[in-house]
Structure formats: C-alpha cells, structure tokens
C-alpha cells in the first residue's frame, strides 16, 4: 500500500499573504506599539461592558428560585413581592429585604435591617422565606446616579466613590468608565465613516483627474469654508442634541481630511505600467482603482489614521467643553473637563480628566505608530533584502550580492 505524501509547507493554507505576515512581523518588533496596543485592548474591553462594572441595579438577581438580570430587563417592586408597579429601587434598603427574603413585605417593612441579619443567618421562620441574594457590579453606580451622601458637591474620593463625585452628585469613577467607552467609540465610528468616503472622494479626483479633479477640488474648497462649528450649533438648536446627529455632523465636515493624500497617490500611480495593462486588457474601472490602485495608496493613508482618531476624540471633547456637544447627561469626558474648570477647588476632576485623555490618547499614538511603521515599505522589505542577501555564517554571500549575472555563452 502506498503512502501519503505530506503537503509542502508551501502549499499550506496561509492566513496572511507574505506581504501582511512581514507586516506584522514589523509591527511586533515594536515593543512599545504591542504593549500599548493590549492595554489599550483590555481597557476598551472592559470599557464594552461597563453596564457590569458600573450600575445602580445588580447583575443578577436570585428570587424564589429565579435568576434575573434587572441590568438588562425592567422588573417593578411587585415583581418582588412589593406594593409600587413602578421600577424596583434595587439599592433601597426595603428591595433588598424584599429579594433576600424572596417577598416577605410585611417583615421587610417592619423591620427591613433586622429581617437581613436574620435572613442571612437563615433563622426565620416562615414557609413563605425563600432566601435569594444579588451580584452588584464593582462600582454600584452608573453613570447618571445621583449618589446620596452627606456633604456638598463635589465631594472628594472615598471608599465608596473611587474618584469622588461631580457638581451634581454623580460617581466619578463611573462616568469615566462610560466615557472612555464613548469617546473610543465616536472616534472610531467617525473615522472609518470619514475615511471610507475621502478614499473613494480621492481615488474619483485621482484616477479620472481632467475637469472632474477639478470641479471636485473646488467644491472641496468651498465645503471646507464652512464654518462647521455654526453648522452643528444651528442644527443642534433646531433638531436638539444627540450621538448620531454628531456623528454624521463630524462626517460631514471631516471627510476632507484624506481626499489630499488619496488623490496624490492616484495620481501618480495612474501613469504606471501595470495600470495601463489593464486597461488595454478591458478591466473596468471601478477594478482598477479599488482592487489594484488602492492597496498601493493605503500607506499613506494609514499615516493619515491616527491623526483622524486622535482628531475626533479632540472634536467631541472640545464641543462637550464649549456646551455645544453631548447633552449634559451623557457620560462626556470634555463635560468632566468643563466640570474641572468651572470648580477648581476640587482638583481631583482636574487629574481624572487629565490622566484619562492622556493615557488614552498616548496609548493611541504608540499603536498607530507601529501600524505607520509596519506599513513603512522600506522597513517592511529591507528585512526580506537582508534574509536574500544573508549567508548561512552572517555574513553577505559574495556570490549573490558582488557578482553580476551573466547569460550563457558570455
């Protein structure tokens, strides 16, 4: 019987091309570009579930034999044995001997501290008890929860409030957690939408160039004369403020920013051979420019990216400052910014605004440096030149690198 052969490693199934597997080889060998990268990771991560990390209603609820999750569903106070029909106070003293106890009201009512201790130490003595228990996330306030404590605010770091509270009595901690997750958030939807319109925007002007390169830079002039701050302020004066009417207000003004960039590559790589080939092949245009043209313009267009993202974190904390972005509610950290400013006698809204932009924002740029040099080509083939030129010893071959190649019979 015969046997298999076993598959060439060069007929393996690769995941990356050459090209990316020499990129991320490059971006690797940025030390400081990885790291920032999986601290900025696992904080965006936990950022993503800040509904379990901050929030003034338990993660989940065991009541006579029943788990909920009250972050995710309503649940009234008769849900757990109460009188109201209205949201359950999870955080009242009475809820919680309601859930402990799995319903006793007239206990709980009475005496809701005493029918705890006693619920705990399983000594009561009732066929209707039913202990039940609740997980509360590690900050057991959201965004938007008024903390009831004695004092005025803003009132300093505590035990129970991390980073102290705002002017109006709201957990520090908890808005920074909601909006780091915002802005990364905004940035990101701001950028890709943007980018994705100057790719196509530039690679258009680019590639056809004659009149339509030049109506389309004059249009672009006249658009970028806008006074795009008066725009957002009118617009949120008629239709209010909220996210998406940001985001796309963002979009629309800061499309512009790659149409440049784009465009110059295009128009130096629609001169070139291979660009000419396909065309006398028949290749359509639309194939041209985006499956072979642009792969050839994303390096620089790459360079552009981390000036876009750091660029709207800074548009939608510059606007919550002013008071003409987010609404006041809305976990803003240009709004903790304005906060420090306007209460200077509580420095520690000026520290938590200043270490969360600036962690944020650097961990950013060291990332997005890596990905500009992983993309560099004159770093991403001078290795392959070295490995060519290499001999076995360290040393470079003289055969390979020295002597000219001659064609048979000279």
Avoid at 130 to 142: F, H, L, N, R, T
Avoid at 156 to 181: C, H, M, Q
């Amino acid at each position: 019987m015969g046997t298999v052969a076993p598959v060439p490693p060069a007929r393996r199934k690769r995941w990356l091309s050459p090209l990316n597997q020499r990129r991320l080889s490059n971006f690797r060998r940025n030390r400081r570009a990885v790291w920032s990268f999986w601290i900025f990771a696992v904080l965006f991560g936990l950022s993503l579930f800040a509904e379990f990390l901050a929030n003034d209603k338990p993660v989940l609820v065991s009541y006579r034999g029943d788990l909920r999750m009250p972050i995710f569903q309503f649940y009234a106070e008769q849900d757990f044995g109460g009188d109201f029909r209205t949201e359950a106070a999870y955080k009242d003293v009475e809820v919680k001997c309601l859930i402990v106890t799995g319903g006793l009201a007239d206990m709980c009512f009475d005496d809701p501290e005493g029918t705890i201790e006693l619920a705990e130490a399983g000594a009561i003595d009732d066929p209707e008890f039913d202990k039940g228990w609740a997980i509360w996330p590690v900050i057991a306030y959201s965004y938007d929860t008024i903390v009831d404590i004695p004092g005025v605010a803003p009132s300093a770091p505590s035990p129970e409030n991390w980073l102290g509270t705002d002017d109006t009595k709201r957990d520090v901690a908890a808005r920074v957690i909601y909006g780091f997750r915002l802005s990364i958030a905004f940035a990101l939807i701001v950028t890709v939408a943007a980018s994705l319109i100057g790719i196509v925007a530039g690679a258009v002007q680019g590639y056809f160039g004659g009149w339509t390169d030049l109506l389309f830079q004059r249009f672009i002039e006249i658009w970028t004369g806008i006074p795009s701050l008066y725009v957002i302020i009118i617009v949120f004066a008629i239709l209010g403020r909220s996210f998406w009417l940001l985001v796309f207000l963002t979009v629309l003004f800061g499309w512009p920013a790659l149409v440049g960039v784009v465009r110059a590559e295009f128009l130096r790589a629609r001169n070139f051979e291979y660009v000419r080939a396909a065309k006398a092949l028949g290749v359509g245009n639309m194939t041209i420019m985006f499956r072979h043209m642009l792969p050839n313009a994303m390096v620089a267009t790459i360079t552009m990216l981390p000036f876009l993202v750091t660029g709207a974190i800074a548009t939608l904390a510059s606007l919550d400052f002013l008071g003409f972005g987010l609404p006041s509610s809305a976990p803003s950290l240009g709004e903790l910014t304005l906060q420090a400013k306007q209460n200077l006698q509580a420095p520690w809204l000026g520290f938590t605004a200043f270490f969360t932009f600036a962690i944020m924002l650097s961990l950013l740029v060291f990332v997005f440096e890596g990905v500009r040099d992983a993309f560099d080509p004159r770093k991403t083939f001078s290795g392959e030149a070295k490995v060519e030129h290499a001999a076995p010893g360290g040393s470079a071959a003289p055969e390979a690198v020295q002597q000219p190649r001659t064609r048979p019979g000279e």
